[in-house]
């Protein structure tokens, strides 16, 4: 009985040790991947916070910065954007920021946006200036 209560010991340490490592694991910094800012976007919709927007920053020169970042607002409207979709934080300059929510939709693989098309990927003109001395932006995004 004490061999078969060792070995289940043994078993959980084994798996506990097994998930601390997957968990911790994150991808290494890319030698190239400038410093990054705080980068904090409220996004709020005919005065209303719009909680679950997913946010796309694309640099505006893809020359001068080749690093994209992302969100999705909390329900406080306010996402905390990441470079790569892993390191916290944004590199400094200029950014095509636009924003996705989307609804119920009939058609599963093509849900409808409940943002207006103006803001949306390949449509925004919408830029935020990312700099090291500001580290919350907000859009108050309207219209059709």
Known sequence: MKKIFVIIICILIIVVEIQVISCSRRPKRPADLPELTPCIVTVTFGGEIMKGVGILMTPEDKNVNKWGAGGITNDEGKATMVTSAVFDGVV???YIISFKKNGESVDM??????IPKKYLTGNSKEIIEVTTDKSEYAFKLDGL
């Open 92 to 94: 400094s300059g200029r």
């Open 109 to 114: 693989n093509a849900p409808p946006s409940l």
